[in-house]
């Protein structure tokens, strides 16, 4: 007759005290799942923004070389005027 008890308060106490601290744990694991899937998708998407990057450099040479003769023409501009 104990036997039967024990395996009562075991089946009606502890079984659901253990799925709702599983249900605890496992629910904010698979938020945590999703975000990790979210930043994984985004940033993909963002490195194939940055593929255009390293034409900046370029870009920030050609302006320097330009900026130089800009420069030299304004200055002749100004002695004409």
């Not at 799942?33 to 990057?53: I, M, N, R, S």
């Not at 920030?60 to 130089?68: A, F």
């Amino acid at each position: 007759m104990l036997w039967w008890l024990a395996n009562a308060v075991i089946l009606l106490a502890v079984v659901p005290l253990v799925l709702l601290l599983a249900n605890r744990v496992i629910r904010p694991a698979l938020e945590i799942q999703d975000y990790a899937d979210d930043v994984l998708e985004h940033g993909v998407k963002l490195t194939e923004h940055l593929v255009p990057v390293p034409a900046l450099v370029d870009s920030d040479e050609l302006i320097s070389g330009v900026t130089g003769e800009a420069v030299r023409y304004v200055t002749a501009l100004r002695r004409m005027v």
